[in-house]
């Protein structure tokens, strides 16, 4: 198998990558190590102080508009930042505490710790409530697990006047196989690549009349397919296959284009499209399904080794 990021990608969190060489379960096995087995960090526990506080002469209780298994569930959703070359422990194997009770269990090997402490608005405010949010939590562990800037404005509550919202959060290392919080990943699919040809421009007039443009800008006309009628770049023909939908059955101008287009399969290649949560980088992310899958394989390898001997 080979793998070649396609041209202008990543773009940000979004990535294409083509695959060749291969077939579509090969292909099929990277989705589902993307989505399952790429470890990543979540919040997985929340100690929420409860009580009655006074600030300034002001009475604060500890109560939101969320039920706390609510917004411990809100929590565990926002993405955080993750670093493959940390090597942290996974909490349930971590040599430092795997001998510890529960309640005692957790070190900076195996978990990233986070605090927040938001107040509603003052008595005297116009404001009628504060929004919490993800950039609320700050990071007591090392500020390189700090919310990233395109994170910070995830709402996490409301609170109103008298509210306040204390509470210590801990991010532990996980799989997407356990639990949706610890896939890295949305929107994971694969296509066979193909190539797109002209094959009657006077035909295909039907689709280049509509003024139709590629993502990047460009006209989808006969110039497109240049001298040779041919076009191979994955982004472009992907461009194309969308814009054929409007000259598909049901359209009621499948009759005037009559094909005049066509899309051919490049025999063993695939589009593998996603994105990441912004915890990971796409590339990243990737790698690290590929060394899931290796790790696997060699493993299963070793088993049927031994057992034959």
Known sequence: MKAEIVEGWPKENSIRIALSET??????????ALISDVPKLAITRVNISQGVVENDGEILESVNVLPDEMLTHRLAMIPIPTFPEEKLAFFETCSICIDLVESEKGCPTCQVLYSLNVQGPAADSDEEYTTVYAGDLTTISDPMFDIREEHRRIPITILSKGQYLELYAF??????????KWSPVAGVGFSGRNIAKLNNAKKAETLFGLNLRTSDGRDIDAKLFGKGKTVEDVNTVMDLEKA?????PGTGRDADFDGAISLEPVEGSYILSYETDGSLDPVTAFNLAMNELTNRFTGLNEEISAALK
């Open 244 to 248: 054929l939908h409007q000259v598909g």
């Open 171 to 180: 991010a532990t290392l996980g799989r997407g196989a356990h639990h949706q």
């Open 23 to 32: 077939d579509a379960s090969q292909v099929n096995a990277i989705r589902r």
